[in-house]
Nanobody, 126 residues
Framework: QVQLVESGGGLVQAGGSLTLSCAAS????????MAWFRQAPGTEREFVTT????????RVADSVKGRFTISGGNAREKVYLLMSDLKPEDTAVYYC???????????????????WGQGTQVTVSS
């Protein structure tokens, strides 16, 4: 099992930038994917971006493409979500996720991931 702790959330104005961090501990040696998801009130958790650690191949949701970037993961212990040009619709709780099962490609559904952090709130004001 992998323990995940997110940090870096907060309040930012539209057009601003924010960087989230996710620290992983525990059985990180078996982690194959690390990802970010988000969930706004009254909605389902949605995919944001993910990285296949063996190749650093990434996948990004269309809604944030060109604005959000996932980085890190080299030591399977920390990943970041670099967010720029933030919009009010980006307001959500952001979750870090890790997969320990075999993977050969970036995956984007909630059920593909085994461990989750507690989330960090990002609020974008207009």
């Amino acid at each position: 099992q992998v323990q995940l702790v997110e940090s870096g959330g907060g309040l930012v104005q539209a057009g601003g930038s924010l960087t989230l961090s996710c620290a992983a501990s525990g059985r990180t040696s078996t982690t194959t994917l690390m990802a970010w998801f988000r969930q706004a009130p009254g909605t389902e958790r949605e995919f944001v971006t993910t990285m296949l650690l063996s190749t650093t191949e990434t996948r990004v949701a269309d809604s944030v493409k060109g604005r959000f970037t996932i980085s890190g993961g080299n030591a399977r212990e920390k990943v970041y979500l670099l967010m720029s040009d933030l919009k009010p619709e980006d307001t959500a709780v952001y979750y870090c996720a890790a997969r320990s099962r075999f993977a050969v490609a970036p995956l984007r559904t909630v059920s593909d991931y085994d461990d989750w952090g507690q989330g960090t709130q990002v609020t974008v004001s207009s």
